[in-house]
C-alpha cells in the first residue's frame, strides 16, 4: 500500500531552505558513545549581535519544533511557531537581542538526522544513525554558539523538549549560560510520558510503510503511522477543557451522526487534519529518534541521581514556568525543579500560569506568560547591563 | 533573659531613599530598617514584592521571595524580582542550612499549617529571621471578644471567622513562649500600634501583649 499523501518533504531540496548551516568537521561524542562526524547543524537567528556579544538568547525547539521561530515554515509556509514570542517590541525583541534557535541533532530542517545520507554508505542514515539524547543535542547547539563567537549566552530559553535543554546547557556549560527559562518542562521524562511516546512510535512501525525504516530507499512513506502519533501526541498537548471549549461534542460539517466511521465530530476532524499536515513537514525516523532522546532524558541519572547536582554553585538566574492545565508536564514536576535548586540556593523565579490551554499554552497567546517573561527578562538584562532598546 | 533590645530605629542606611521608604507599610519599614545592605534575603510571604523591590534598589539585598497567591508571584515577577510560587508549610524544605542571611515572614505565620515547624525552618534556613504577626492579644481583641462575644475583626485581623486565612492566632506571649521551646533566641524585637507607629516594651511583660497590634521579631538559633 503506498500512503495517500505526497510528501512534499522531497519535492524540494533543503538547501534552498533560509537560514545558515555550519558543517562541524569536528566529531561530536555521543552519549551513546559513537563519535559523530562532520555533520551539518542548520540554524536561524534573528535581530543583531551586539558589540561584547552579550545579549544572545538562544531558543531550543520542542520535539517537532524547528529553527524557524519567526518566519514561515519554508515547507507548510505557516508563520513562525513563536510569533507571538519574537519580533521588534516582544517578548524576545529583536531589537534589543540577537536570537539563535538551531534545529537539534536528529531532527530533519537541514540538520543532521536520519533522513540525510550517511557519507559511508550514500544512502539515508534510518536506523542507522546513532540514538542521541538531549545532552547531545545540546553538545551540538554548543558548536553553533562557540562558531558565532558567544562565550556566553544572555539567556537560553525553551518549552518542553526545549525546556529540557534548557536544564541540560546549565548543567552542562554553567559559565555560559546568564539566564535560563524552561517552560513546561521538567528534569525528566515521566513513565506517562514515555507510555504515550511508545505508542506513537508503534505506530509509526506498524505502518507497512515504514519498511524497517528503511522507507526512503524505496521512495515511501509511513505516513498514516506518523499521522497517528501525531494524532495521540496532539492530545496530550492540550487539555480537556480545551478541546471541550474549541469542538464539545459538535459535527463536522452535518446535522446528524452518519452511523459510520467517517469524521462525524470536529475534534475528529480536527485531530486527522493535524495528523496530515504534520506529514507534509515531518520525517518518520526523526519522529523516532527525537521521542527517545526525550524518554532517556533524566537529569538526576546523568549526576548521580540528584537534580540539584546538575545546578551546585550555578550563579545562573531561573525562571521556571508551567501551566495549570499542562498534564504533559504538571506543575508539579516544575516545582521538583524549582525544590532541587533552592537547595543550591539558586536565584530561581517560579510562576504558575493558570489556563485551560494544557502543555501547547507555551506556543499560543498567553499575557500572563508574557509578562512574566518581559519582567524576568528585563530584570536579568539590567543585571547583565544590556541597554534597553529605546 | 533581657536579650528584648528595642533596635534603633528609622537607621536607615545613608543614601537610602526616605521617599522610597515612606511609600512602605509601616511594619515593613521597620523590617526594612533591621537588614543590614548587601544582605541575601528571602521573603516569605512576599505579597506584591514591595518590601523585596525596596531592599534590592536601596540597599543592594539580594531579595529573593516566596508568594501563595499567583497575583502576588506575577506582580513581582513582572518587575524583575526573584520569586517562586509556593507556601511557607511545604516550599522551604529543600533550601539548605543557612542559606540566607535574614528570612522575613511578615503578616504570614498566624496563616500557616504548622506554625512552630515553619517558625524552626526560618531558624535552620536564615542566620536571622524576622516575624512580624497580629497580636491577639491586644485590648482591643480583647474586648472585642469580652464585650461583643463575636470573633475579633480589626483592621490587622480583617475577616469573619468563616473566611480568613488566620488559622493559628497568637498573643506576643504566645509567640514568646513558642521561640523559648524551640530554642530560638530573640534579638530585638518591636511592638507596634495599631497605626503600626513602633513603640518600646518588653516583649515578656503584660504591657507589651495588651497594647502591642503588632510585633516584630528578630530571632536567631539559640546558642
Given at each position: 500500500m503506498s500512503s495517500a499523501v505526497t510528501p512534499r518533504i522531497f519535492n524540494r531540496p533543503d538547501a534552498d531552505w533560509p537560514g545558515h548551516r555550519l558543517l562541524v568537521r569536528d566529531p561530536l561524542r555521543l552519549d551513546c558513545g559513537v563519535d559523530f562526524g562532520p555533520f551539518t547543524i542548520a540554524y536561524q537567528t534573528y535581530g543583531r549581535l551586539n558589540a561584547d556579544r552579550s545579549n544572545a538568547i538562544l531558543i531550543c525547539h520542542a520535539l517537532t519544533g524547528d529553527q524557524y521561530v519567526a518566519d514561515p515554515h519554508p515547507i507548510t509556509g505557516h508563520p513562525g511557531w513563536w510569533m507571538t514570542m519574537v519580533g521588534p517590541g516582544l517578548v524576545l525583541d529583536t531589537d534589543r537581542y540577537f536570537l539563535i534557535c538551531a534545529n537539534v541533532l536528529g531532527g530533519c530542517m537541514g540538520t543532521t538526522g536520519p533522513k540525510e545520507l550517511d557519507p559511508a554508505t550514500?544512502?539515508?542514515?534510518?536506523?542507522?544513525?546513532p540514538v542521541i539524547t538531549v545532552r547531545d543535542m545540546v553538545r551540538a547547539q554548543k558548536r553553533v554558539v562557540d562558531h558565532l563567537g558567544i562565550a556566553s549566552l544572555f539567556c537560553v530559553i525553551g518549552g518542553s523538549m526545549g525546556g529540557m535543554q534548557v536544564l541540560e546547557w546549565v548543567a552542562s556549560y554553567p559559565e555560559s549560560v546568564f539566564a535560563a527559562v524552561p517552560i513546561a518542562a521538567a528534569s525528566r521524562h515521566s513513565a506517562q510520558n514515555i507510555a504515550f511516546h511508545e505508542v506513537g512510535r508503534q505506530a509509526i512501525m506498524a505502518d507497512p510503510d515504514w519498511c524497517e525504516g528503511q522507507y526512503l530507499d524505496v521512495g515511501r512513506r509511513p505516513a498514516r503511522g506518523l499521522a497517528v502519533a501525531r494524532m495521540a501526541a496532539h492530545i496530550t498537548y492540550l487539555s480537556e477543557a480545551a478541546l471541550h471549549r474549541k469542538f464539545g461534542r459538535n459535527l463536522q460539517d452535518r446535522n446528524a451522526v452518519t452511523w459510520g466511521f467517517d469524521a462525524d465530530f470536529q475534534v475528529e476532524s480536527y485531530l486527522r487534519h493535524q495528523g496530515s499536515t504534520f506529514v507534509d513537514r515531518f520525517d518518520a525516523n526523526s519522529y523516532l529518534y527525537i521521542t527517545r532522546a526525550m524518554d532517556y532524558f533524566d537529569l538526576a541519572a546523568e549526576y548521580g541521581g540528584s537534580v540539584a547536582a546538575a545546578f551546585t554553585g550555578t550563579g545562573t538566574r531561573f525562571c521556571v514556568i508551567s501551566f495549570t492545565s499542562d498534564w504533559l508536564f504538571p506543575t508539579s514536576e516544575s516545582r521538583e525543579l524549582v525544590h532541587a535548586l533552592n537547595a543550591v540556593a539558586a536565584n530561581v523565579s517560579f510562576v504558575e500560569v493558570a489556563t485551560d490551554k494544557g502543555h501547547d499554552a507555551f506556543l499560543l497567546h498567553e499575557p500572563e506568560l508574557f509578562a512574566t517573561l518581559h519582567g524576568f527578562l528585563n530584570g536579568c538584562a539590567e543585571h547583565r547591563g544590556l541597554a534597553r532598546s529605546r | 533573659m533581657s536579650g528584648a533590645d528595642a533596635i534603633p530605629l528609622g537607621y536607615a542606611a545613608p543614601g537610602t531613599s526616605t521617599a522610597a521608604r515612606d511609600r512602605l507599610r509601616r511594619d515593613l519599614r521597620v523590617i526594612a530598617d533591621m537588614i543590614e545592605p548587601s544582605a541575601r534575603v528571602l521573603d516569605i510571604g512576599c505579597g506584591d514584592g514591595a518590601l523585596l523591590a525596596y531592599l534590592a534598589s536601596e540597599k543592594g539585598v539580594d531579595a529573593r521571595g516566596v508568594e501563595l497567591s499567583q497575583y502576588g508571584v506575577n506582580a513581582c515577577v513582572t518587575q524583575g524580582l526573584s520569586v517562586i510560587q509556593g507556601d511557607a508549610d511545604s516550599d522551604l524544605d529543600a533550601y539548605p542550612a543557612g542559606a540566607f542571611d535574614v528570612v522575613v515572614l511578615s503578616q504570614t505565620l498566624q496563616a500557616t499549617r504548622q506554625p512552630r515547624r515553619v517558625l524552626e525552618t526560618l531558624l535552620r534556613i536564615g542566620k536571622r529571621a524576622i516575624v512580624s504577626f497580629p497580636n491577639f492579644g491586644f485590648w482591643r481583641v480583647r474586648a472585642h471578644l469580652l464585650l461583643r462575644g463575636r470573633m475579633p475583626v480589626t483592621p490587622l485581623l480583617a475577616h469573619a471567622w468563616y473566611d480568613t486565612p488566620n488559622i493559628h492566632l497568637c498573643t506576643i506571649r504566645d509567640f514568646v513562649a513558642l521561640c523559648d521551646d524551640i530554642g530560638g533566641r530573640i534579638e530585638k524585637s518591636v511592638t507596634l500600634d495599631r497605626h503600626g507607629r513602633p513603640f518600646t516594651l518588653d516583649p515578656r511583660g503584660s504591657l507589651a501583649n495588651l497594647l502591642a497590634a503588632q510585633g516584630v521579631f528578630v530571632l536567631t538559633r539559640g546558642g
Open positions: 550514500g544512502k539515508p542514515w534510518a536506523l542507522s544513525f | -
